[in-house]
């Protein structure tokens, strides 16, 4: 299995602001991905992050909108940016482990006024 | 498009008795049919994954049940406790490129009381 951790676990986040989410594994991982979880409903994955090159973005979600950095192969950020109240989600790193197991930090839980 | 149809939406069980949770998806493509349990405040933690060529697996008190040609798959959770109390997603996904990318049920809010 693979222990994955995240930064910030919570946050009060103003409207407008941006806000950088970390995610540290602790093995090297190929595949790195980022859900959201809007309250008291399902996953949706937001983008896949290879490492050394551009993340990919499902429907609906835009690169100006949720920038994602993965510099090596245990780390990468998502950022939201310009948040509105329809941001406040819980944000969820995963990775693809080498037996292709996909496994879930315990998510960043961001509250926007 | 939901890809992945999740039922029931919640679930009241006895403790000791079986929780059966049911999920149908539509692409024939999917290879990988994860599920995952997931307490308040908590991410998803993965329980019991099965793939499209064995028709039953079994880990503990969790099997996951499989028919390829209905392209369906449920949960049977045995000797429920209210400890099993959590929501539960299935999960399907296929692979490309190497990338394993879940698409989700809209998951089952499981309640066992004593």
């Known amino acids: 299995s693979a222990v994955i951790s995240q930064k910030p676990s919570r946050d009060i986040c103003q409207r407008g602001t941006s806000l950088t989410i970390q995610c540290q594994v602790d093995?090297?991982?190929?595949?790195m991905f980022w859900y959201r979880q809007q309250p008291g409903q399902s996953l949706t994955l937001i983008a896949t992050?290879?490492?050394?090159?551009?993340?990919?973005?499902e429907s609906g979600f835009v690169i100006d909108k949720f920038p994602i950095s993965r510099p090596n192969l245990t780390f990468s950020t998502l950022t939201v940016s310009n948040m509105s109240p329809e941001d406040s989600s819980i944000y969820l790193c995963?990775?693809?482990?080498?037996?292709?197991?996909?496994?879930f930090g315990e998510g960043s839980w961001l509250t926007v006024v | 498009q939901q890809q992945v149809k999740q039922s029931p939406q919640s679930l009241i069980v006895q403790k000791g008795g079986i929780s059966i949770i049911n999920c149908a998806y539509e692409?024939?493509?999917?290879?990988?049919f994860p599920w995952y349990q997931q307490f308040p405040g908590k991410g998803p933690a993965l329980l019991i994954a099965?793939?499209?060529?064995?028709s039953e697996k079994k880990e503990g008190r969790f099997t996951i049940s499989f028919n390829k040609s209905a392209k369906q798959f449920s949960l049977h959770i045995m000797d429920s406790q209210p400890g099993d109390s959590a929501t539960y997603f299935c999960?399907?996904?296929?692979?490309?490129?190497?990338?394993?990318?879940?698409?989700f049920g809209k998951g089952t809010k499981l309640s066992v009381i004593p």
């Open positions: 992050a290879n490492q050394g090159s551009e993340a990919t973005y």
């Open positions: 093995s090297q991982v190929t595949m």
């Open positions: 999960a399907a996904s296929k692979e490309g490129a190497g990338s394993y990318q879940l698409t």
């Open positions: 099965i793939r499209p060529d064995v």
């Open positions: 692409n024939t493509a999917f290879d990988y």
């Open positions: 995963s990775v693809q482990s080498s037996g292709n197991t996909i496994y």
